[in-house]
């Protein structure tokens, strides 16, 4: 198996950064990143022999899939996870999501326009996406009535929300 390097950022800088200066919160250097984790998991599960019968990926996850299945070299994987990265960089005006321990049923309550179901992870773990302040007022909402996981993810694009129409 054949890998070649290949750097967006630098890494040393990158790696001293605090977590408000980091740039792998943008969507340009974290859909490349998360994208080459995925594929170098496929590898390694390749090399312990793990060949899937069937592969489906939800989001960025897609591009992941399709070099599972053979259909795209690694490095065309990469370089649309790069360029679909850089087309989100234009939606991320005043866009947040968050991670919330509840279930598609429990949280439909407190969206409301501004905020979206983005994901249903599990029956018990959602994600929500939307207008920045309207996620933070929903996420108050939530965590007011007990002790419900609720955490704003770090990123800086709504996905799966009204801004991926822009």
Do not use: W
Not at 13 to 24: A, P, W, Y
Not at 36 to 58: K, M
Not at 102 to 111: C, E, I, P
């Amino acid at each position: 198996m054949q890998h070649r390097a290949f750097a967006i950022v630098e890494k040393d800088e990158e790696l001293l950064h605090t977590d408000d200066k980091s740039r792998f919160q943008e969507a340009r250097f974290a859909q490349p990143l998360c994208t080459a984790i995925q594929l170098a998991l496929v590898d390694y599960l390749r090399e312990l022999g793990v060949v899937p019968s069937i592969v489906v990926g939800h989001s960025s996850g897609e591009i992941a899939a399709a070099y599972a299945s053979g259909a795209i070299s690694a490095a065309t994987a990469i370089k649309i996870a790069y360029f679909r990265g850089l087309a989100m960089e234009s939606a991320k005006e005043n866009g947040a999501m968050a991670a919330v321990g509840l279930g598609r049923a429990d949280v439909q309550q407190y969206l409301r326009n501004e905020v979206v179901l983005a994901c249903e992870n599990s029956p018990e773990s959602v994600t929500i996406s939307g207008d920045e302040q309207a996620v933070d007022d929903v996420m108050k909402d939530i965590q007011a009535q007990g002790e419900v996981f609720c955490r704003r993810l770090a990123v800086n694009v709504a996905y799966h929300s009204h801004h991926m129409a822009q």
